[in-house]
């Protein structure tokens, strides 16, 4: 089953400075889809992933060569949730920073779109506003439906894929967490978030930063190159993804995710390749910290 060639997922260009990419040993392009299951889930010294460039006219940098969306399909199918093993009290609080972050700049209301909803933990932070009407949720995985059908209740829906919500369904709002980085088909997915947006709406996601100095600090062990990002964002290039797609008022910022310090050094120990037991050395407590994560709250322009 051979991978599939593309240009730049944002704005077609096919041409990618060469002198840009960055590669894992082995690279993922040179092994065959069986051998890359064993590397698409967790952290692991020997990281494998698809080769990186960047784009010459957008700035993105993107995989030139990456799986199928069959492909994709059967890996996501058999995919566990994304907690990593952390504690989901501790994750709760991470997605709270994020609301936090929102709505200290705008007011969460009326209809909304979430992006992945994964096992539900934003979606329950965003149902605590009394003025939001609704949630819909698109979620590719089918095994988590009936959790996120749970937590919505009578205040929204939950769906696989875009088709399946009306073509003239309008949001006030579009929020995703690390969704962005996954889309294998970004254009077209742009295209639709701008047409299922109300004038005056806003988009709100939270990606990866290349641009990070933690990304600097760890290079090529830097957690975010590995097989599930066909592209990776940075602050120059997730505007200029947005603005010509109709939205002003871009206001990209740094995030806080909350974790266990616990849990950290044992990510760093795979990561390192470091005894698996150093980790139970340190406490179980929870603590605030940068990880390189940004957010982007974009408003629709009201034309």
């Known amino acids: 089953m051979p991978f ?18 960055i590669s894992s040993n082995p690279r993922a392009e040179d092994l065959s889809f069986t051998e890359l299951k064993d590397y698409w889930r967790g952290f692991r010294k020997q990281n494998v992933h ?22 994709l ?12 093993g952390e ?17 200290s700049r705008v007011t969460l ?36 439906h009936a959790a996120l ?20 369904k309008r949001f006030d709002a579009i929020v995703g967490v690390h969704v962005l980085d996954h889309l294998l088909d970004l254009n077209s997915d742009l295209s639709k978030m701008v047409n299922h947006l109300n004038p005056n709406g806003f988009l709100f996601f939270v990606t990866h930063d290349e641009g990070s100095l933690l990304r600097k600090a760890l290079r090529s062990k830097w957690p975010p190159y590995c097989l599930q990002h066909p592209q990776i964002f940075n602050t120059l290039s997730i505007k200029n993804a947005l603005n010509p797609r109709g939205y002003n008022q871009i206001d990209v910022f740094k995030t806080t995710n909350i974790f266990t310090l616990r849990h950290i050094i044992e990510l760093a120990s795979k990561i390192f390749g470091l005894p698996a037991f150093i980790a139970k050395l340190f406490p179980n407590m929870a603590i605030r910290i940068r990880l390189g994560n940004i957010a982007t ?3 629709k322009k009201d034309l």
Request: proline content about 4%; overall charge negative; some cysteine.
């Open 50 to 71: 698809f080769s990186y460039v960047r784009c010459s006219s957008c700035l993105l940098l993107f995989c030139p060569v990456y799986f199928s969306s069959e492909q």
């Open 149 to 168: 059908t749970r937590i919505i209740g009578d205040r929204g829906r939950v769906v696989a894929i875009w088709s399946e919500i009306d073509s003239g």
């Open 297 to 299: 709250l974009a408003y």
């Open 4 to 21: 599939e060639a593309r240009g730049c997922p944002n704005c077609g260009r096919s041409d990618p400075t060469a002198d840009s990419a």
């Open 73 to 84: 399909h059967q890996l996501y199918e058999a995919m566990d949730d994304n907690t990593n």
């Open 87 to 103: 504690s989901l009290e501790v994750l709760n609080h991470t997605q709270n920073s994020y609301v936090n972050e929102l709505t």
């Open 109 to 144: 209301k009326g209809d909304v779109l979430e992006l992945g909803g994964d096992i539900g933990l934003l979606t329950a932070q965003l149902l605590k506003f009394p003025e939001v009407r609704s949630v819909t949720v698109i979620e590719p995985n089918i095994e988590t």
